[in-house]
């Protein structure tokens, strides 16, 4: 009997979709910085540097962000309930905790939180989101338009999976993007319809780009289905108007597009002259509801002062869509059954925190305020210090939780990562990660502005804002030292 030698799946034969999208953040610096620490471990003192500074990707609890109490109370009470009915509980639970644990477990199928739930979420919890969204924003929700999700990234990947039917569809997105949208819209086989942002402008997004992007796509033979904003801008840090905000409605409007409103750093606002404005209450107050305009928002509790990436909870909110259609997601929905339940809690508490007259609402509101102005003061300082070094300028962190500096670099970098096979960002990148410990992300993970780069000699790094303030105080100065050390390095080159 012979048998077919060849392997039933290679590189070759996978989807090509898959090899086709880029997801930076995760990318090769962060497997780099991985096998560094590997390193370490085996061999202390092996690297200049005490450790690895991870300010590749958002994760505020690994950066050193502590948990909301009230958050782990709950949770800790809901997944364990048998301690409802012991003395000890009210000793070490809040009365608060233990009042919202107790509505929780009540409503959790067979009363228990490793039941499988309804495929939206619980409709108790949904009910907590609608109305937070409500009394937030002045205008009604409806726990049917609710989505309960495992992080914002799988209610991204199902609007997709629902509006993409071929290539022919388009996408638009701004440039710089979160990868995650060019990788969805590869992997669901729709085509991305690139906006530039304006870095001269504060990153702000020009409504002319914007239509000049969507015409062109037209021309090209696509049918453009949906607009993605992210506000506030990750990996660009900034926080739109009301007016610009109110500029895209009527813009979506105008030309039949559903917006993907991705408003997952809507916590994340840390100058005094800009608020965040959720979409959907940008266009109610411009007096347009579901007949008049399609909406998305997407939002999630890994950010913001909650922090909690790991329990990948999120929702969305669908507005505008027939009922026939709205069957049609639950059917997609329902394929993955439910959303985790610690998530599901998680997103009703941040959309239905303590209130004030509440016992636990000051000390809740303290832990919150704590992160805000702490977060504040590292964006103002890795901001500061990126603008202070030699060819590199780096607009002001608004909002979200990331720093995108722009460096100039010398000709003889640039042809020195040509050699190496690398783009010069990445160049950038491998070298501080090498000398300093730092993991950044190369900008060109982020699909940069067409032809900018060459043009001009100029890249982006993204890097977070979220190591803790001592932390961040002590990486400045190895940045700085790598910088200037590099720069004189391949200036002399030149």
């Known amino acids: 009997m012979s048998y077919n030698k060849t392997a039933s799946i290679t590189a070759e034969t996978i989807n090509p979709k898959v090899k086709i999208f880029d997801y930076e953040p995760c990318g090769e610096i962060a497997r780099h910085a991985e096998r560094l620490e590997q390193e370490m471990e085996k ?58 644990a107790r509505k ?91 906006y530039n942002l304006s870095e001269d402008g504060d990153w702000g997004l020009e409504i002319f780009e914007v239509k000049r992007c969507l015409e062109e796509a037209r021309i090209a033979g696509l049918t453009v289905r949906a607009m993605v904003i992210i506000n506030p801008g990750n990996p660009t840090g900034q926080v739109l108007s009301i ?79 027939g009922d026939d259609v709205m069957g049609e997601i639950r059917k997609v929905a329902s394929v993955t059954l439910c959303p985790n339940t610690s998530g599901q ?38 901001a500061s210090a990126f603008s202070s070094l030699e060819g590199m300028t780096c607009n002001k962190v608004e909002g979200a939780i990331y720093a995108f500096p722009r460096i100039h670099l010398p000709a003889a970098a640039i042809k020195a990562a040509k050699a190496e096979g690398m783009s010069p960002d990445m160049f950038y990148a491998c070298r501080l990660l090498n000398a300093t410990g730092i993991a950044v992300v190369p900008g060109s993970g982020f699909h940069q502005v067409s032809g900018r780069n060459k043009a001009t000699g100029t890249w982006h790094i993204r890097c977070t804002i979220l190591p803790g303030e001592d932390k961040i105080k002590a990486m400045i100065p190895r940045l700085k030292e790598f910088h200037e050390s590099f720069m004189n390095e391949f200036r002399n080159r030149s």
């Open 104 to 194: 929780i477990i009540e409503s959790m199928p067979g009363r228990n939180s490793g039941a499988y739930t309804n495929n939206q979420g619980i409709r108790s919890l949904r009910e907590a989101v609608a109305n937070g969204i409500a009394a937030r924003d002045g205008f009604p929700s409806r726990p049917e338009d609710i989505f309960l999700t495992d992080g914002a990234s799988s209610a991204i990947n199902l609007s997709m999976q629902i509006l993409i039917r071929s290539q022919e569809d388009g996408i638009l997105c701004p440039l710089p993007e979160y990868p995650l949208y060019s990788a969805s819209i590869i992997l669901h086989g729709g085509t991305m319809v690139p």
């Open 243 to 321: 007016t610009n905000q109110e500029e895209i409605v009527e813009f979506c409007r105008k030309e039949g597009l559903v917006m993907l409103a991705d408003e997952v750093y809507q916590d994340n606002v840390y100058v005094e002259d800009k608020k965040f404005h959720y979409f959907k209450k940008v266009a109610r107050s411009l007096g347009y509801d579901e007949n008049d305009i399609s909406i998305v928002s997407f939002h999630s509790v890994s950010m913001g002062f909650s922090g909690e990436c790991g329990r990948r909870g999120g929702y969305m909110e669908i507005c505008g869509f």
């Open 345 to 382: 809690i998680l997103t009703s508490l941040a959309m239905d925190p303590p209130k004030l007259g509440d016992g636990c609402f000051e000390d809740f509101m303290a832990e919150k305020e704590d992160i805000r102005l702490s977060l504040a003061k590292r964006a103002k300082t890795l």
């Open 43 to 100: 061999s202390p003192g092996s690297r200049p540097f005490p450790e690895i500074t991870y300010c590749n990707l958002g994760n505020p609890q690994a950066l050193g962000q502590r948990p909301i109490t009230f958050f782990r109370e709950v949770l800790s009470l809901c997944d364990n309930p048998a301690l409802l009915h012991r003395d000890e509980t009210r000793m070490l639970f809040s009365p608060c905790a233990i009042n919202r």
